[in-house]
């Protein structure tokens, strides 16, 4: 089955510096990936949509500056928290909508959990 | 907007209980209808995916059912083990191929 790998699972940064998380396609090409950001005990909101070889589009009241997108190839898209801050601490998953045959659906990755201190 | 809600936000059943979450949708012009499992700290697990032209889909001791026109959708397990015990989503596409979440049922099943 389709499956997307996100890298990494868990990561502490300073106050200040920027952080990559990495979204991949394994078995798949992703002409669009999402990014999501998960509070404790909420849903997940949609921050942006990832299109391949194109800018992303960000949904309102989410920083462009501050959540870098970058979608280079068909199975990778990579999300920069800048100067991240202790309110950006939060679980963030990526997904890859799948347009095969047999599955127009959405695949997530395991999540990453950023905590800034 | 696409609204999305699961009802009950949180739900607590002994071991062996077939069980109902619910899922409804203010819009109906959508895509398709999946529901996720999330275990805590985790991603997302696919368990169903129901295109808009579908009525229902089945996997293992689970089932889900759409009714597009009245805006809902139900998750139905079979015979609850403790290992069923997660936040279950629901979520619909709409026309820009972008998911809508519900807020999510807790489900714990008590050994």
């Known amino acids: 089955g389709a499956v997307v790998s996100q890298h990494p699972s868990r990561v502490i940064c300073k106050s200040g510096t920027s952080v990559k998380i990495e979204c991949r396609s394994l078995?798949?090409?992703?002409?669009?990936m999402f990014w999501y950001r998960q509070f404790p005990k909420q849903s997940l909101m949609l921050m942006a949509t990832s299109n391949e070889g194109s800018k992303a589009t960000y949904e309102q009241g989410v920083e462009k500056d501050k959540f870098l997108i970058n979608h280079a190839s068909l199975t990778l898209s990579t999300l920069t928290v800048t100067s991240a801050h202790p309110e950006d601490s939060s679980f963030y998953i990526c997904s890859a909508l799948n347009r095969g045959p047999a599955n127009y659906g959405y695949t997530f990755g395991s999540g990453t959990r950023l905590t800034v201190v | 907007k696409q609204e999305v809600t699961q009802i009950p936000a949180a739900l607590s059943v002994p071991e062996g209980e077939n069980l109902v979450l619910n899922c409804s949708f203010t819009d109906s012009a959508i895509y398709n209808l999946q529901w996720f499992r999330q275990d805590p700290g985790k991603g997302l697990t696919s368990l169903l995916l129901?295109?808009?032209?579908?009525r229902e889909q089945t996997s293992g001791r689970l089932n889900a059912s759409l009714d597009k026109s009245s805006g809902r959708s139900t998750l139905y397990i079979a015979a609850s083990q403790p290992g069923d015990s997660a936040t279950y989503l629901c979520a619909v596409m709409d026309s820009s191929y972008k998911l809508i979440f519900g807020s999510g049922t807790r489900l714990l099943v008590r050994p």
């Open positions: 129901i295109q808009s032209s579908q």
């Open positions: 078995d798949f090409q992703a002409t669009t």
